[in-house]
Structures are given as C-alpha cells and as structure tokens.
C-alpha cells in the first residue's frame, strides 16, 4: 500500500528549529518531484518547498525563504524540511506529497499523486 508518513511535528518557541520528515512507502518516491504543503487554521493550505526529482533543484515559497531547507534521502525514500528561525505564524499543519510541483513553482495539492496526512507545528511567541 502506498503511502506518506510525516514525522517530526511539535510545539517550539519562536526562534527555534524543527526538522520534519516524509517516508514513503510502497511506491518509487525518487521518481516524483516532492513537495511540503502547510494549512493553518482559517487559511488556505499553501505550498512551502519543493524539490525536483531530476536534479535536486528547490523552490520555496517567500514567506519561508532563507528559513526553511527541503532536502531528500533517495536511499531512505525520505524527504525532510528544516525549519529556522520559526515564527508564530509558520503554525500549520505540515503535509508533504510526491508528484506535486513544477520548475515554475507551482504546487499541486489536489493533483498531487500521493499526499500525507499531516504533522501539527506550533510556534510559541
């Protein structure tokens, strides 16, 4: 059965770090450009990060860029975001998916081929 499982999620203070991670399993994740989507309560889910499938490239929304690093571990099928300098309103639920954006930046939530069920972050100020 395929499948993504983010991991990683939890409470911190503004300033501080977490790392999250994506497994995938039962299917070839290398193969599919792979994305970090986030939804805060009252607000549209948005795309966070991606980064391709060929080369690695990256694309991060500008609310997170500078802050945030996506990075992937073919042989572990795992994908991670490292989030710095964490703000009260990077709170969100974090979701990631395969086959969910491009080289122009654009993210695909609902065409996405596999999506996760999410991982609660919260930001204290």
């Known amino acids: 059965q395929a499948q993504l499982v983010e991991s990683g999620g939890g409470l911190v203070q503004a300033g501080g770090s977490l790392t999250l991670s994506c497994t995938a399993s039962?299917?070839?994740?290398?193969?599919?450009?792979k994305a970090w989507f986030r939804q805060a309560p009252g607000k549209e889910r948005e795309g966070v990060a991606c980064?391709?499938?060929?080369?690695?490239?990256?694309i991060y929304a500008d609310s997170v860029k500078g802050r945030f690093t996506v990075s992937r571990d073919s042989a572990k099928s795992t994908m991670y975001l490292q989030m710095n300098s964490l703000k009260p309103e990077d709170t969100a639920v974090y979701y990631c998916a395969a086959g969910a954006c491009d080289y122009t930046g654009n993210f695909y939530w609902h065409l996405a081929d596999y999506r996760g069920q999410g991982t609660q972050v919260t930001v204290s100020s």
């Open positions: 039962g299917f070839t994740f290398e193969a599919y450009a």
């Open positions: 980064i391709s499938s060929v080369d690695g490239r990256t």
